[in-house]
C-alpha cells in the first residue's frame, strides 16, 4: 500500500495551476507548478487560483483528500486588495452575498464572512507590481467563503464597486499561508489537512 504524501504551496503570481501543458505554445508562454518543485506522480492542486492570485494552494496525491477539502464544510479565506477605499456599506453587500456573473448567468453568492483590513497584510512584493499610488488609494479586505465559482472573489469585489488588484488567499480550514516566501513547497502530515 502506498503512502499519499500532501503539500502547501505558496503559489506566486503568474504561474497556472497545473503541472504541465500539452500544448508547445502554452508550455513556452506560461509558467507551471512543476517549475516550482518536484512533487511526485499523481500529486494534484486541491482547488484552483487563477493566473492572477496567490497565496495557499493545497495539493496532495490522495483524491479522497482533495475531494473533502474542496467541500462546502471547509472555510477558504482570502485577502483582496480593492482599487479605492472599501466602505462600510459595500463590506456589508459582501457579507450578506451579491450577485455576480457566471458564463451568462446570474449566481447570487451565498452569505460570507468579510471584513476590512485595518492595515495591508504582511505578504512580501508582488513579482509585477500591483500600480502606482499616483493612482489612488487602495484598501484590503478579508473575505472568508465556503463555496468556490470561477473567480467568485473579484467578481463580488466589483460587484460592490470595489475591483480587485490582488487577491491571495492565506487560509484553507485550520491551514494558515503563515509567512511562507512566495514559491515555496512545506510537505505536511495528513493530520493537519482541513476535513
Do not use: N
Amino acid at each position: 500500500m502506498s503512502t499519499h504524501r500532501h503539500f502547501l504551496l505558496h503559489k506566486p503570481y503568474g504561474y497556472l495551476c497545473q503541472f504541465v501543458s500539452e500544448d508547445p505554445r502554452e508550455a513556452r508562454k506560461k509558467r507551471f507548478l512543476g517549475e516550482l518543485y518536484a512533487f511526485p506522480a499523481g500529486t494534484m492542486a486541491i482547488g484552483r487560483l487563477d493566473e492572477e492570485s496567490e497565496g495557499l494552494l493545497l495539493l496532495t496525491t490522495d483524491g479522497g483528500v482533495s475531494e473533502r477539502v474542496r467541500s462546502k464544510h471547509i472555510e477558504k479565506e482570502y485577502y483582496a486588495q480593492v482599487d479605492g477605499l472599501i466602505t462600510d456599506a459595500a463590506v456589508a453587500q459582501l457579507q450578506a452575498g451579491v450577485e455576480i456573473g457566471l458564463r451568462d448567468v446570474k449566481y447570487q453568492t451565498a452569505p460570507c464572512t468579510a471584513r476590512q483590513l485595518t492595515e495591508a497584510p504582511a505578504l512580501g512584493p508582488r513579482s509585477r507590481p500591483i500600480r502606482h499610488e499616483r493612482h489612488g488609494p487602495t484598501s484590503w479586505v478579508s473575505i472568508t467563503l465556503t463555496e468556490g465559482k470561477f473567480r467568485q472573489v473579484r467578481k463580488m469585489t466589483a460587484a460592490v464597486g470595489f475591483p480587485t488588484l490582488r487577491l491571495v488567499r492565506v487560509r484553507v480550514g485550520q491551514v494558515w499561508l503563515g509567512d511562507l516566501p512566495a514559491g515555496t513547497v512545506r510537505e505536511l502530515d495528513a493530520a493537519l489537512l482541513p476535513g
